[in-house]
């Protein structure tokens, strides 16, 4: 392990002793953690051997800042986007340092709080819940230096019917840094959170940005969760998205992957309850020498249980994607129905995209498929609209936005589908000059 990573880093920190003690008990593991290689099966194709974690060193306190009224850096269009809001959460290298919240939300006992400073005394027994379930080396270095994070928090029955906005901004040369958003959706509760990750383009530099999301979803709650990732070409993201599901419960995750040099996001489900329900989706588009890595798990431990997964990619130049998912059928997860699908488009010579779906079923009466493809455009889609006179280019901008449109008109935000619509525009001009 890196000798910047030690547990003096950890301390020094600060915040509430819980979270201290938290930290200290993580860095201690760490010291046993064997990390990964792309011999691993779960890192098969990444690109895990070119992390050297010498190259970084854990957000100092000073580095991290402290609470204050300013948004992060684009702070205010980046949240316009996404259209009206409940609420706001800003955070900047981990630590929240704004955070809003609707009157008559607050009222009703909704929370939305930094994890550090929050006043909720079930805070630190609902961190790490879902994510203790599904551990690795990078949910143990985030653990070790955790500096706080997003806490939104619904009770049972509320509904709130605008989205919650957390915005992570991480920046700084040569900096690690650990973002968490902990949402808690009581029973019969319904909200919606958008986050959004981003960072600048540090030439000459790097980031690394280690995150966690943790997703509790209690019985017959409904919950939206769309995460977009817009890092600056030098960043490293790895990130783990872990939602428990309950009874009677509705799950509606949709990701974003458009920035980065390597992203990785491990995304997870748990179905833990009688007729609970998971929808994954993702959208993702590399460029340039990109690498857009998912790792998927669908979870059935409940009977009458149902996921659906779609997710799609583009790419090109020298980028590559990963995809890798497994359906989990667990042996109570009897009359569950279960889908998994995976599409991608290959734009130039010299990228690539890996698609590797899985099934495990320990079940009875179930009901279960998948899919998957990678290739070109499709040459009778372009013979088609160039026949009735559209220009090759722009034959090339529809076909990719129509297939992107199924998974962009269902996103939680649907107000933040015509930005994303125009970053994939940007990605493929960007080849015509």
Known sequence: MAAAFSSDAARALGGPNWLVDRRLAASEELAGVVWPTPA???????????????RYHPATAPEVGEPGPEPAPGGGPVAAEAGERAGLVVVRNGRV?????DEQLVAKDVVV???????????????????????????????????????????????????????????????????????????????????????????????????????????????????????????WHVALQRAHVGRDASLHSS???????????????LLAGDSGESDLMAVYFGDHTQML???????????????????????????????????????????????????????????????????????????????????PIDEDQLYYLESRGVPPDEAERLIVLGFFDDVLDRLPVPTLARALRRTVVEKLEHRRG
Do not use: M
Request: with cysteine.
């Open 40 to 54: 691993d099966e779960i890192w098969r194709y990444s690109r895990i051997d070119e992390l050297d974690l010498d």
């Open 97 to 101: 340092v704004h955070h809003e919240l």
């Open 113 to 235: 709080c930094g994890l550090a400073t929050c006043e909720q005394a079930d805070v630190a027994a609902l961190l790490g819940s879902c994510s203790a379930a599904s551990p690795d080396a990078f949910t143990v270095l985030h653990d070790a230096f955790l500096p706080g994070g997003a806490f939104v928090k619904v009770p049972a029955g509320v509904v709130v019917d605008k989205p919650i906005i957390v915005l992570h901004w991480s920046e700084g040369d040569g900096l690690a840094t650990f973002p968490h958003t902990l949402v808690v959706a009581g029973e019969s509760a319904e909200v919606t959170v958008l986050d959004r990750f981003g960072s600048p383009d540090i030439r000459g530099g790097s980031h690394l940005v280690d995150a966690v999301v943790e997703v509790i979803v209690g019985d017959n709650a409904r919950v939206g969760y769309l995460s977009v990732q817009e890092h600056g070409p030098h960043t």
């Open 255 to 269: 990701a974003v992957a458009l920035g980065g040099d390597y992203a990785r996001l491990r995304s997870e489900s």
């Open 293 to 375: 890595d998912f790792r998927t798990l669908q979870d059935h431990d409940a009977p009458n249980t149902r996921s659906d997964l779609l997710f799609k990619g583009a790419v090109e130049d020298e980028a590559h994607s990963v995809y890798s998912g497994l359906i989990h059928l667990r042996k109570p997860a009897r009359k569950a129905l279960a889908s998994q699908t995976n599409r991608n488009l290959v734009l130039t010579e010299g990228a690539g995209a890996e698609s590797i779906p899985n099934l495990e079923i320990e079940a009875n009466d179930v009901r279960c498929s998948h899919a998957s493809a990678v290739g």
